[in-house]
């Protein structure tokens, strides 16, 4: 693990990040139409409120009580209801599959980047571009030395890149990754039109 991430803005909410693989999944899955220091501050939230941020926990958590969690003021998304649901179902995956050991995913049995990829893709809410967001975010900034990560995470493994939260290591770097999602949605945009 890093010892210092630069991912919510937040010191201690990086150190959970940071510390807890688990936490770190669930910022992931929380960056969605929110700020990417938002999504990466609500696992801290939400350990918080539940004393301890552990897949058994929040799997076997009252749904609606969960909802409740999410919801409380500050919210840890814009979307409570939705996203308290996807994070059980998150951690039942954990639980289930991995033994409630989030790490499992990209440690267990030695997988290289693809498998590490196909197994993130095969969690709920995680699609193509965000898991391969998190294998760039493993490799790059928790040292994941699994054979053929760059190449399974795409452009997003590139050295170089400034494209996602995995490039974000201090303000100079957010600001770069800023510019770039606002060049690609304006070209989205003008796509659109044209």
Partial sequence: MPHELHLSGDRDADALLARNPFALLIGMLLDQQVTMESAFAGPAKLEQRLGRLDPEIIAGHDPEGLVEVFAQSPAVHRFPKSMAGRVQNLAQVIVDDYGGRAEALWTDGA???????KRLKAL???????SQIFLALLGKQFALEADGWREAAGDYGDPEARRSIADVTDEQSLAEVRAFKKQMKAQAKAA???
């Fill in 111 to 117: 997988p290289d980047g693809r498998e590490i990829l």
């Fill in 124 to 130: 709920p809410g995680f699609g193509a571009q965000k």
């Fill in 192 to 194: 659109k039109k044209s």
